[in-house]
């Protein structure tokens, strides 16, 4: 009984002593049993378990029959793809086995190769994720850079910062003005986790700012430009806000450049870093949204003090309509429409019966005033 016209046949590269260096081909049949072949008119059967696979690599071509024989060792290379195909798709039970484990070889040496590159690429690609992310994803990479600082390294960030900060400055002392700005104060930020400092500088600009962790410094030009108590109160509840929602904060960090937010990441809070950190602190300004929420929270502190909250209305109105002269503090709060319609409806939906501060609002301004 002869199987031959249903067992595989496959062209192939056969290379053995006697044979030139580049091979001889031939045709081989994988009989159930054995291997057939014929080089140089001779027929070699070969039974199949003293034959073995070799080679491998990443290529699946690279497999090779090989068999110690006359002379030496012997090697059948199937010459290509499709001959490799026919050889493993209709091979005997016999050499299945074999075929098998060395596919499976074949495989997780590529599957090494695979990761090998992965790891690799990624390696080589890593600063330019960073960098992609850091420019696609800085307001949030500086929330959570912020989430992650307790309370104790901001305020001591604060104090490096408010000193650097106020070194160019002249700061006032006006008893009288401190007097209000601190009973005003400690009504708005009862309860706070952080604690307060007040400070008045002698600039005529109109601007006040907050620094982290609890300084809060107000210019003289904005004490004179405030037509009441309860307005310079609207300012002093703002500037709050962006304490206590750590906006201020969270602004420094997004402004700052890859390699410091790189340290800040990693939680290297060291001194140089913080005081690196604060340059950017008098000229911050604000995004829309912590304004919005700035001044939301302002009402709802205006009003569970007991002061008048359209106060701080009536300040941003009468800046919005003042003579056109540049307004530090505008430039740093900016105060478009919509934050004001915001502003607008939030004090309208907080009106109440509220007392007047009580205060000779004229005399106290008169203490600034060159
Ligand atoms: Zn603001």
């Given at each position: 009984?002869?199987?031959?016209?249903?067992?595989?046949?496959?062209?192939?590269?056969?290379?053995?002593?006697?044979?030139?260096?580049?091979?001889?081909?031939?045709?081989?049949?994988?009989?159930?049993?054995?291997?057939?072949?014929?080089?140089?008119?001779?027929?070699?059967?070969?039974?199949?378990?003293?034959?073995?696979?070799?080679?491998?690599?990443?290529?699946?071509?690279?497999?090779?029959?090989?068999?110690?024989?006359?002379?030496?060792?012997?090697?059948?290379?199937?010459?290509?793809?499709?001959?490799?195909?026919?050889?493993?798709?209709?091979?005997?039970?016999?050499?299945?086995?074999?075929?098998?484990?060395?596919?499976?070889?074949?495989?997780?040496?590529?599957?090494?190769?695979?990761?090998?590159?992965?790891?690799?690429?990624?390696?080589?690609?890593?600063?330019?994720?960073?960098?992609?992310?850091?420019?696609a994803r800085s307001d949030?990479?500086?929330?959570?850079?912020?989430?992650?600082?307790?309370?104790?390294?901001?305020?001591?960030?604060?104090?490096?910062?408010?000193?650097?900060?106020?070194?160019?400055?002249?700061?006032?002392?006006?008893?009288?003005?401190?007097?209000?700005?601190?009973?005003?104060?400690?009504?708005?930020?009862?309860?706070?986790?952080?604690?307060?400092?007040?400070?008045?500088?002698?600039?005529?600009?109109?601007?006040?700012?907050?620094?982290?962790?609890?300084?809060?410094?107000?210019?003289?030009?904005?004490?004179?430009?405030?037509?009441?108590?309860?307005?310079?109160?609207?300012?002093?509840?703002?500037?709050?806000?962006?304490?206590?929602?750590?906006?201020?904060?969270?602004?420094?960090?997004?402004?700052?450049?890859?390699?410091?937010?790189?340290?800040?990441?990693?939680?290297?809070?060291?001194?140089?870093?913080?005081?690196?950190?604060?340059?950017?602190?008098?000229?911050?300004?604000?995004?829309?949204?912590?304004?919005?929420?700035?001044?939301?929270?302002?009402?709802?502190?205006?009003?569970?003090?007991g002061i008048d909250p359209?106060?701080?209305?009536?300040?941003?109105?009468?800046?919005?309509?003042?003579?056109?002269?540049?307004?530090?503090?505008?430039?740093?709060?900016?105060?478009?429409?919509?934050?004001?319609?915001?502003?607008?409806?939030?004090?309208?939906?907080?009106?109440?019966?509220?007392?007047?501060?009580?205060?000779?609002?004229?005399?106290?301004?008169?203490?600034?005033?060159?």
């Open positions: 009984m002869t199987a031959t016209t249903t067992n595989p046949t496959f062209a192939c590269q056969c290379y053995g002593p006697g044979l030139a260096p580049e091979g001889r081909r031939t045709t081989a049949e994988a009989q159930i049993e054995q291997l057939v072949l014929t080089i140089d008119g001779r027929l070699i059967r070969l039974p199949w378990k003293s034959c073995s696979i070799t080679g491998g690599g990443f290529d699946h071509q690279q497999l090779q029959l090989s068999w110690k024989g006359d002379g030496g060792n012997w090697t059948i290379v199937p010459s290509d793809a499709k001959a490799f195909t026919s050889l493993v798709e209709n091979a005997p039970a016999a050499l299945k086995n074999q075929l098998d484990r060395w596919q499976q070889g074949v495989k997780r040496v590529n599957r090494g190769f695979r990761l090998g590159a992965l790891a690799l690429g990624f390696i080589v690609a890593l600063p330019f994720l960073l960098l992609a992310l850091f420019l949030a990479i500086a929330q959570w850079i912020t989430d992650q600082i307790p309370l104790e390294m901001e305020q001591k960030f604060g104090d490096i910062a408010f000193k650097q900060t106020t070194q160019q400055m002249a700061l006032l002392n006006a008893p009288d003005v401190q007097r209000v700005i601190e009973e005003i104060g400690a009504k708005l930020t009862a309860g706070s986790a952080y604690t307060y400092h007040w400070f008045v500088a002698d600039d005529p600009t109109v601007n006040a700012f907050a620094v982290p962790g609890g300084y809060v410094v107000v210019n003289s030009g904005l004490i004179e430009s405030a037509e009441s108590a309860e307005e310079l109160a609207g300012v002093l509840a703002h500037e709050v806000q962006h304490v206590e929602q750590r906006h201020s904060l969270k602004q420094l960090v997004k402004q700052a450049g890859l390699a410091l937010t790189i340290k800040l990441a990693l939680g290297d809070w060291g001194e140089s870093v913080l005081a690196e950190l604060s340059r950017n602190l008098a000229s911050l300004s604000f995004s829309r949204d912590h304004e919005t929420k700035a001044d939301a929270k302002a009402v709802d502190a205006l009003r569970e003090a359209s106060g701080l209305l009536r300040f941003f109105e009468n800046l919005a309509q003042g003579n056109g002269e540049s307004i530090a503090l505008l430039s740093t709060h900016p105060a478009p429409m919509d934050r004001m319609e915001a502003l607008r409806a939030a004090t309208e939906s907080a009106t109440g019966d509220y007392q007047a501060l009580d205060y000779d609002w004229q005399a106290i301004k008169a203490e600034v005033k060159n």
